[in-house]
């Protein structure tokens, strides 16, 4: 069995390129059968609310709504705690599936034996 991939991303439309290569590597490992939890921060949080990964566009690369929807399939999509206060997101707002959680569960996710940590 693959180790657990936990994938925190903190760009947005901000930094397209490095938003969508996070979205991308979490819905491969899911699609693969690898444990994924992938964590909207920072300007990414906002993909957490219905219709914004599908405004999102990016040349050459797969919808990012599309990849939200396997990763959220097959994984855990956790929205940062402060990151939704601070753009006054609540448990209502966010799709279905997704939590709100924060920097202590996040702790607990990667310091767990064989977990991989990646910062996008």
């Not at 979490?26 to 990414?44: F, Y």
């Amino acid at each position: 069995m693959a180790r657990p991939l936990v994938i925190k991303v903190t760009a947005g439309a901000d930094a397209p390129e490095r938003c969508n290569q996070a979205f991308t590597v979490a819905a491969a490992a899911a699609a693969s059968g690898v444990p994924v939890s992938l964590w909207l921060t920072g300007e990414s949080a906002w993909f957490s609310l219905p219709g914004r990964a599908a405004e999102f566009s990016l040349p050459h690369a797969t919808p990012l709504d599309d990849l939200l929807t396997v990763i959220l399939t097959a994984g855990r999509v956790t929205l940062c705690t402060q990151c939704a206060a601070r753009r006054d997101i609540g448990p209502d707002d966010v799709l279905p599936g997704i939590r709100i959680a924060g920097a202590p569960t996040f702790v607990e996710e990667i310091t767990m034996d064989g977990v991989q940590a990646l910062v996008y």
